[in-house]
């Protein structure tokens, strides 16, 4: 998975399969936020794939509810470890533990799957069905989306959002999971070798490495891991994206984060 920001190409790799649910249900949510805008109204209509891929994701994975609710516990009781120890803020802490107590209480009482409490739930179930057919949502298809397309911006926008409802607390939950666990890691600098580099990890156990490199520098970082290496290989994309291998070094940040 790639973050953006304008100075660093942010790379990140997952390392067990509960995080790499985690980290493609976030960008699923990101996009669904990004697309259903009212000010946007070409979004719309990807919004509504998007929010069945996100549907589609949860039905394989269900139990990714009870995953993250555990995984939530765990990061409170690491948070609560760290009351009386020096240097540790007390008001920051609890208000983590707060945060953390909140998102696992929203999430502890509502369903996330596309069911029968969704009030549009057939209409939508219908319109899942030849969304996964190639040109199959046209006007002769299904004419309720057709008219449902030419329904004003804002109405759209707001289906749309009572639609992603019931998904919130499992969105929100894993923002501030993943949150708590990106900003709990401070990056090292390292320079990789002709594009290469190579971290032994001895033992240590590590959830989501995380690569930042200079965005002006143009590199794809392809990331590999097992429980006894990281390894990191830069590589740039050429005119007919191809990708092709560095002879020069490259400087870079890692973190390996773990709670």
Not at 23 to 30: P, T, W
Not at 135 to 152: L, N
Not at 209 to 238: G, P, Y
Request: glycine share 6%; aromatic share 8%; hydrophobic share 40%.
């Amino acid at each position: 998975m790639i973050r953006l920001n304008k100075k660093l190409l942010i790379y990140e790799f997952p390392c067990t399969e509960r995080m790499r649910s985690m980290l493609r249900i976030e960008n699923l949510g990101n996009r669904m936020q990004e697309l259903s805008n009212p000010d946007y109204p070409p979004g719309f209509q990807p919004a509504i794939r998007t929010l069945f891929e996100l549907y589609d994701l949860l039905g394989n994975r269900a139990d990714i509810k009870n995953e993250l609710l555990q995984e939530l516990d765990r990061q409170r009781l690491q948070l609560v470890k760290y009351s009386g120890q020096p240097g540790v803020s007390e008001e920051q802490l609890s208000v983590l533990v707060k945060e953390i107590a909140r998102a696992h209480n929203a999430l502890s009482g509502v369903p996330i799957r596309l069911g029968p409490h969704i009030p549009e739930y057939e209409w939508l179930c219908t319109l899942r069905g030849r969304a996964g057919v190639p040109g199959g949502t046209c006007q002769f298809d299904i004419p309720s989306f057709y008219a449902w397309q030419k329904r004003p911006n804002h109405v759209k926008a707001s289906n749309i959002s009572a639609w992603l409802l019931p998904l919130i607390p499992l969105l929100e939950g894993i923002d501030l999971a993943l949150r708590l666990l990106r900003e709990g890691t401070e990056a090292l600098t390292f320079k990789a070798e002709k594009g290469q580099y190579e971290f032994p990890l001895e033992g240590r156990s590590v959830l989501l490495v995380r690569i930042e490199v200079k965005t002006a520098q143009e590199l794809v970082a392809e990331i590999s891991a097992n429980k006894h290496l990281i390894a990191v290989r830069f590589r740039r994309l050429d005119e007919k994206f191809k990708l092709q291998a560095i002879d020069n070094d490259v400087d870079f940040n890692l973190s390996l984060c773990n709670f």
